[in-house]
């Protein structure tokens, strides 16, 4: 059977989503708690979209939800996709290309990742400022998609007005954020510990196996980006424990609700802020 064409994609995301997106969500492992709190919900398996790939990962629930969150109409992946499932990088990135379609000027994405900074413990929360591609690859090789930039500018890959937004709501609701910079390494397995060393010698304060190819796509689309990191465990050779996918999904469960509440505070300003931007 051939494959869906991008359009088909499109027109059924349409008629599945109630209302045209400001924000797309993208949540990662142990975190898809925080779409409980969209109303109106409309949510539909990824294996019923045409062209969707489906998420393998425990911890993520594979689903779309669209609907209203505090008053904005957004549209929220619980669970997303990985290179280590074996997907390629344009098939990891397509949900972010199609969702992008609707229209929405916000992404805010949201990951779990292990803490390389020194001092930085499970259950913290960081803003990525900018991120180390060291998965080699990139979901903008080929030809060049409709509506994209063939060379787009990656100075402000997560924009700095959204990171100053969501340190005021932190600020407001007394939720403690660090700042850094996010490694994503391609996985499945969890770094070394003179990997981890290296990591720390090229400037990251966190490292994931996500992120990465959907901030590239949302850039080459004109998407303004805030990403956030919850730090589920000390990278290998920091702690004294052997690392595990349990442990990730459990403190992204304890952490729930101080993310959805920051996601929540964050996500109103930050629709005005490309509104505003776009009426200049």
């Known amino acids: 059977m051939a494959a869906p064409e ?42 019923d979209i045409p062209g969707f790939p489906r998420s393998t990962v425990v911890g993520h629930a594979g689903e779309l939800v669209a609907g209203r969150w505090a008053g904005v109409n957004v549209v929220a992946m619980a669970g997303r996709f990985h290179l280590y499932e074996g997907w390629t990088p344009r098939e990891v990135a397509y949900p972010i290309r199609t969702l992008a379609a609707l229209g929405p000027g916000s992404l805010i994405l949201t990951n779990a990742a292990g803490g390389v900074r020194p001092g930085m413990q499970p259950g913290d929360l960081m803003l990525i400022a900018d991120h180390l591609n060291l998965m080699w690859k990139n979901p903008l090789i080929g030809a060049v998609e409709e509506g994209e930039e063939r060379f787009p500018d990656m100075s402000d890959p997560y924009d700095a007005e959204f990171r100053r937004v969501a340190e005021e709501v932190a600020l407001e609701q007394r939720i403690p954020v660090e700042q850094g910079v996010y490694a994503a390494l391609l996985g499945p397995s969890y770094e070394t510990p003179a990997e981890i060393r290296m990591l720390a010698r090229l400037g990251a304060d966190a490292v994931g196996m996500s992120t990465v190819p959907e901030v590239l796509v949302a850039r080459a689309r004109g998407i303004r980006v805030l990403g956030i990191s919850c730090i589920t465990n000390l990278a290998a050779g920091l702690g004294s424990t052997p690392l595990s996918h349990a442990e990730v999904v459990e403190v992204g469960a304890r952490v729930r609700d101080r993310l959805a509440a920051l996601v929540k505070g964050s996500l109103p300003r930050l629709v005005a802020t490309v509104s505003e931007e776009a009426r200049r």
């Open 6 to 47: 991008f359009s088909d994609t499109v027109s059924f995301l349409r008629e599945r989503v109630p209302h045209a997106p400001q924000a797309i969500l993208v949540v990662g492992s142990g975190l898809g708690g925080i779409v409980e709190e969209i109303g109106d919900a409309v949510r539909t398996p990824y294996a």
